[in-house]
């Protein structure tokens, strides 16, 4: 799968939330859903962090229930 | 040993307003269950503040509210209240910082300096949000699961858990969260589920995981 296939997925993925909707990403500021389709395609680091976030859920949502169970806290 | 909260918390942008809201029944519950509660908040929400009220009053549960990075949290207008070089402050405490990225150099700082344990976000936290009701954050529908259950952290802690139980409940209650709303019709639930999976993925803790008060 190469990069352009990747962010036209993640992109289609992201225009299903309303348009009306912004996300708080920390210091790094306030988004529409509309900015951050567009830091998506210019490949930013707010973009790729949204990528990113994207195909993992993707990768993870078979195996969410167990990570996500709460049976054992992440530590470093 | 006094219940002593010091919960840090402004309104400068539009995430911490968020971050304000939500945090007010952090505050309710401690008093709630008799503790004390030192408000660092808006305008005295800066370092001399904090040093001031840690050092006196000292609180055994510190909850941070505001703009991190991988080594500082941050108070009123993005004013450094703590980093890597001046953890040593928070130590004796069980600390809960709902700041990005903190828990990767700050966190492990504060515990090597006496911090005993440092629960926080080792990524970007991210708070949804609709346009509309940016100015009534509690009637929020897509932030409301998001920063609920973060509380729920803070919430454990109060009630005496320890810390790997309290970040168990909040990824718990996330996990819940996220799986009604990945087949749910609600279009809003994607924004909400996507923090949700974020924020979940990146709560973690540095220090000892049966720590509690």
């Given at each position: 799968m190469d990069e352009s296939?990747?962010?036209?997925?993640?992109?289609?993925?992201?225009?299903?939330?309303?348009?009306?909707?912004?996300?708080?990403?920390?210091?790094?500021?306030?988004?529409?859903?509309?900015?951050?389709?567009?830091n998506v395609m210019d490949n930013t680091a707010i973009g790729k962090e949204f990528s990113q976030?994207?195909?993992?859920?993707?990768?993870?949502?078979?195996k969410l229930v167990g990570r996500l169970s709460g049976t054992k806290a992440s530590s470093y | 040993m006094e219940q002593r909260l010091l919960l840090t918390r402004s309104r400068h942008d539009i995430a911490n307003q968020y971050l304000y809201a939500y945090s007010e029944e952090i505050l309710d519950d401690a008093q709630k269950a008799g503790w004390k509660v030192d408000r660092v908040e808006d305008g005295k929400c800066v370092e001399t503040?904090?040093?001031?009220?840690?050092?006196?009053?000292?609180?055994?549960?510190v909850f941070f509210n505001g703009h991190g990075s991988n080594v500082s949290i941050h108070g009123n207008n993005n004013e450094k209240l703590v980093d890597d070089k001046s953890a040593s402050k928070l130590a004796g405490t069980i600390v809960f910082a709902r700041s990005c990225a903190a828990l990767n150099g700050l966190g492990k700082a504060a515990v090597k300096d006496g911090c005993r344990a440092f629960i926080g976000y080792s990524g970007s936290f991210i708070v949804p949000h609709i346009n509309e009701l940016e100015s009534t954050p509690l009637r929020d529908q897509t932030a409301k699961p998001v920063l609920?259950?973060?509380?729920?952290?803070?919430?454990?802690?109060?009630?005496?858990?320890?810390?790997?139980?309290?970040?168990?409940?909040a990824q718990s209650k996330a996990s819940d969260t996220i799986l009604k709303m990945l087949v749910s019709s609600e279009p809003y639930d994607g924004a909400t589920f996507r923090a949700l999976y974020q924020n979940s993925a990146f709560l973690g803790f540095v220090g000892d995981p049966n720590a509690k008060i």
């Open positions: 296939y990747l962010k036209k997925l993640v992109v289609a993925r992201l225009k299903t939330i309303p348009p009306n909707v912004g996300f708080s990403v920390g210091s790094h500021g306030d988004f529409s859903r509309d900015q951050i389709i567009k976030l994207e195909l993992r859920m993707l990768i993870d949502t078979p | 503040e904090l040093d001031s009220r840690l050092s006196k009053n000292k609180p055994v549960f609920e259950v973060s509380n729920l952290v803070g919430k454990h802690i109060l009630k005496g858990d320890t810390v790997q139980n309290s970040i168990g409940a």
